[in-house]
DNA sequence: ATATATGCAAATATTTTGCAGGAGT
DNA sequence: ACTCCTGCAAAATATTTGCATATAT
């Protein structure tokens, strides 16, 4: 459960021969080490403070070359696509009342279940998401 | 592993005090015992065959009114929001060449696996969505 | 009459694409 | 020069909302 710090994003970039522009180790720097699974919108956001001009087609080029080079991860849990720097493999439990999004720790043992692994006959799993739907402590304890 | 059929979603809008206007009855017909997981877009365009001037306002409508009343369940797997009148619990397999998502029953004793009831300290777990993604057995044979 | 539903249009949100100009090699 | 990148704009896609009209008690 370790989130990518920006050295490793720009990493990726380098060796996939990507050019190391500023608005490129901007976008990196903003999100290594965010564990809030920002949007491209609210990276913009956050970014636009330092480069007013820089606009979402940057914002989204970038993040699907860093996806691309495994420098993160995108998560489709309604909404819009979100980023996550943590690219090990792991789940996701969402807030149905704060909106929250937290990553979760792959329980020990997991992948040793062997119905898991193959659910319909000839399917060839490459991967499993898993998401947990529910109230995180803070809104659990509020209800 | 059974699709709600035309009745149970009519059913259901009932129970919710909703009228059966014939435009919702279309659409539960339309959404009852498909198995391939339509989108609004779709089902809009297979709609207006039979009513012209159906609006996809109307088709977002009933199918968030057949969501609360359990006629059908919401997936997000990326791209526009997919509905599924199979509402028992269940997974879903998504094949990453052609697109195709099949209905994934549940591993049994799934629910025994103590280390996914809690997976966040304080979370209060409500469901837990898999997504399978891979090859579907066509895909795999042929890549 | 009253309550609710529909169609239409527009607003909003999300993501992708085309292209002219710019920076670095 | 050449290649790749950026910003801008627009298109494409997805979803929601407001309101006037229509329909059914």
Redesign the pocket.
């Known amino acids: 459960m370790v989130l990518n710090t920006t050295a490793d994003l720009v990493a990726g970039l380098k060796r996939a021969g ?2 190391l ?1 500023p ?2 180790l901007a976008i990196a720097e903003c999100l290594a080490g965010d564990g809030t699974h920002p ?3 609210e990276l913009h956001q956050r970014l636009t403070e330092r ?1 007013p ?6 914002v ?3 993040l ?1 070359a860093l996806t691309r080079t495994a420098g993160c991860r995108e998560l489709d849990l309604g ?3 979100r980023f996550d720097p943590n690219v090990t493999p792991h789940d996701h439990a969402v807030c149905e009342r704060c909106g929250a999004i937290r990553d979760v720790e792959l329980s020990p043992g997991y992948d040793a279940t062997a119905g898991e692994q193959c659910p319909l006959p000839g399917f060839r799993v490459e991967r499993i998401e898993r998401v947990y739907r529910g109230l995180c402590a803070q809104c659990a304890k509020a209800a």
Do not use: E, I, P, V
């Open positions: 990507l050019k522009t608005q490129r949007t491209a919108q480069f001009s820089m606009s979402m087609a940057t989204y080029n970038t699907s909404g819009a696509t």
